[in-house]
């Protein structure tokens, strides 16, 4: 049996209840692509190395997604429609570190094949996660139901610092030690 898309396992565990809920049916539906995407979008130390944003390219819709056929001898055409499983791999083509000789144009370009070639709800996952705003899609998968999910995978959140009504930070109240007498 063909593992889930991306897009269907995070929109069933974005249409639960409570977090945990969520928690437990990602651990369950878990693949390489599912913790990769979270691992990539809530992880502050990894940089893609692409423009932000989406450029215009024609959108293809579900209905018109057809996947490339190859054709080997003595087998016939062959389907090998690419999976979000299978071409997560790839992924360290575009953040930095990960290949440093690959130049910015043929990244771009590798980037563009890979999401044409993926199913368009996948792709969709794909563009967010690379803005780092799969939680703009799928609001109730925060980053604490990801590392609840996955610890080894992903660091622990951390809270944002509070501001005051002008906008600086507030001090935090910290307990001064009583000196010795």
């Known amino acids: ?14 249409g639960l209840k409570n977090d945990e809920e969520r ?19 809530f992880n502050k130390d990894i940089k893609f190395l692409l423009p932000e ?3 215009d390219l024609s959108e293809k819709s579900d209905d018109d997604f057809r996947p490339q056929n190859s054709y080997l001898p003595n087998i016939g055409p062959v389907d090998d429609g690419a999976t979000l499983n299978y071409e997560v ?12 000789t ?12 890979l999401v044409n070639s993926l ?4 792709a969709d996952d794909l ?15 925060s980053h604490l139901v990801a590392y609840n999910s996955f610890p080894e995978y992903l660091q622990q959140p951390q809270p944002e610092p509070a501001r005051d009504s002008q906008g600086r ?9 009583k000196a010795k007498k």
């Not at 791999?89 to 440093?100: A, K, M, Q, S, V």
């Not at 130049?103 to 771009?108: A, D, G, H, I, N």
């Not at 199913?119 to 996948?122: A, D, F, L, M, N």
């Not at 930070?169 to 030690?177: G, N, R």
């Open 127 to 141: 563009w967010h996660m690379k803005d780092k705003k799969l939680q703009e899609k799928y609001d109730k998968i």
């Open 102 to 113: 690959l130049t910015s144009v043929k990244r771009e370009t590798l980037w563009i094949e």
């Open 23 to 41: 928690v437990n049916y990602l651990r369950q539906n878990q693949t390489k692509a599912v913790r990769e995407l979270l691992r990539h979008n």
């Open 53 to 55: 944003g989406r450029p």
């Open 169 to 177: 930070f507030t001090s935090t109240k910290k307990t001064k030690k």
């Open 119 to 122: 199913h368009p709800s996948e």
């Open 89 to 100: 791999r790839r992924l360290y083509l575009f953040i930095e570190g990960g290949h440093p």
């Open 1 to 14: 049996m063909p593992a889930k898309m991306t897009s269907e396992i995070f929109k069933v565990a974005n």
